[in-house]
């Protein structure tokens, strides 16, 4: 697979003491995300912590899709909850990928919980953060709550 030969190559990097930068790092959690291995992609993303490695925005975004990918949303929330917390810019698509996470897993609360944050937290939400957050109460039969 190809993002088991990325994580080998990350891995090589690491052994051999190469620099490894967050670019590097994103590309990896990207190849995780994408085929739909969301515990390696927060494998990658800890590794990155611990070795120093500066995350960001692209970093956790991306682990936050590849656990809401696979319906983790509490994952999600957790690595969103980290963001806030570290005071690291929380951008709409971030934000949305966190209500859809919650959407797929039918936990409707959750998701208005994130879109409330947002606005909280002047994050700006659209179309799609309403969306998601109305589908997810519609899922769950609790239309009014969208309303």
Partial sequence: SMWGRSLELLGSMWREQMAVNTVIGNQAITACQRASEWARALDVLHLMVEKSVEIGTTSCGAAI???????????????LGSMWREQMAVNTVIGNQAITACQ?????????????????????????????????CGQASMWGRSL
């Fill in 65 to 79: 899709q590849a656990c809401g990918q696979a319906s983790m949303w509490g994952r999600s929330l957790e690595l």
């Fill in 104 to 136: 797929r897993a039918s936990e409707w609360a959750r998701a208005l919980d994130v879109l409330h944050l947002m606005v909280e937290k002047s994050v700006e939400i659209g179309t799609t953060s309403c969306g998601a957050a109305i589908q997810a």
